[in-house]
């Protein structure tokens, strides 16, 4: 192929075809337990609530609930994917060998968002809220009597299942008056899928009896009702190992916020007098983002972290 500018925008064109299609392809699984926000400036504040409790009724004046002093503020990080295409390639008729290549750094470039969101809700064992706990914490309040405990550290089963939900279930806000959480997505890793299915998909569980002592004891098994099956979304993630993690995801803010300041797209060096092009008869393409993503309150989601 002839290098002038003509060719070199059709080649691109191509690229630019094939890196969206890319990007179509990858999935978004993150978007179930995530709310998404559009960034303007390179730091985001923002503010919250001090009190959670819904609407009461009204005799006297009105209480106001004020937005807290503490705010949070996150900045956007930035991010990127290069590759180079030999000119020589391009003029022998071989760009088809990196159509593959661009079309993989659309389909990484489209996960972003959810890495970014993995980060947050593996990181909240340590990453500090706006009340300076971890945001899975023990220990957290609100107001003077309810406690948040969104912190354990029990592996997946059963009964580690039915407590979490029972605590997210009690979680009250500052006026004492139920949160109302609904927990209806169960986050595990590969090693957890088949203690999740068995918690929530299967309608009947086997139950075990030690009947007798000694060399006359024998162990009867059963089976009875299962009443969990149905009560939660089971979600794969391939990132997490033992971890697992029951959110709410029916509330107007999800309990992972992915900020976005800048979506990625194919940009290119390719003119004769770019450096590059003229130094080392290679073309670059590339392309990079800009955001972050975070945690938002600490009810809409219980995280059990197994040594």
Same mark, same amino acid.
């Given at each position: 192929m002839d290098i002038?500018?003509?060719?070199?925008?059709?080649?691109?064109?191509?690229?630019?075809?094939?890196? @969206?299609?890319?990007?179509?392809?990858?999935?978004?699984?993150?978007?179930?337990?995530?709310?998404?926000?559009?960034s303007t400036t390179a730091v985001e504040v923002y503010p919250f609530l001090?009190?959670? &409790?819904?609407?009461?009724?009204?005799?006297?004046?009105?209480?106001?609930?004020?937005?807290?002093?503490?705010?949070?503020?996150?900045?956007?990080?930035?991010?990127?994917d290069t590759v180079s295409v030999k000119r020589n390639d391009i003029e022998d008729?071989?760009?088809?060998?990196?159509?593959?290549?661009?079309?993989?750094?659309?389909?990484?470039?489209? @996960?972003?968002?959810g890495d970014l969101a993995i980060e947050a809700l593996?990181?909240?064992?340590?990453?500090?809220?706006?009340?300076?706990?971890?945001f899975f914490s023990d220990t957290r309040k609100y107001g003077d009597e309810a406690t948040i405990d969104n912190l354990g550290s029990a592996a997946l089963s059963m009964d580690a299942y039915a407590t979490a939900r029972l605590t997210m279930l009690k979680y009250r806000g500052h006026t004492n008056r139920p949160i109302k959480v609904n927990p209806n997505l169960l986050i595990?890793?590969?090693a957890n899928e088949g203690m999740a299915h068995d918690i929530l998909k299967n309608s009947r569980k086997i139950t075990a009896q030690v009947v007798g002592d000694g060399d006359n004891a024998k162990v009867i098994t059963g089976t009875v009702d299962n009443g969990y099956?149905?009560?939660?979304?089971?979600?794969?993630?391939?990132?997490?190992?033992?971890?697992?993690?029951?959110?709410?995801?029916?509330?107007?803010?999800?309990?992972?916020?992915? @900020?976005?300041?800048?979506?990625?797209?194919?940009?290119?060096?390719?003119?004769?007098?770019?450096?590059n092009v003229f130094m080392r008869k290679e073309f670059i393409y590339g392309t990079d983002a800009r955001g972050?993503?975070?945690?938002?309150?600490?009810?809409?989601?219980? &995280?059990?972290?197994?040594a």
């Open positions: 002038n500018r003509a060719n070199m925008n059709e080649l691109f064109r191509g690229y630019n075809m094939l890196f @969206q299609k890319g990007m179509e392809m990858a999935p978004h699984e993150y978007q179930k337990f995530c709310t998404e926000l559009n001090e009190q959670f &409790g819904g609407m009461r009724e009204w005799i006297g004046d009105r209480e106001i609930k004020g937005v807290s002093s503490q705010k949070l503020q996150v900045a956007n990080r930035d991010f990127e008729d071989k760009y088809g060998l990196y159509s593959h290549l661009i079309q993989t750094m659309g389909f990484n470039a489209s @996960q972003i968002w593996l990181g909240g064992e340590d990453a500090t809220w706006i009340d300076d706990l971890a595990v890793g590969p099956a149905g009560t939660a979304e089971i979600l794969i993630l391939p990132e997490l190992d033992k971890e697992w993690f029951l959110a709410d995801t029916t509330k107007p803010l999800k309990p992972i916020i992915v @900020q976005k300041r800048k979506a990625p797209v194919l940009t290119r060096l390719d003119k004769e007098d770019d450096e972050e993503a975070f945690a938002s309150f600490p009810h809409l989601i219980y &995280g059990s972290f197994p």
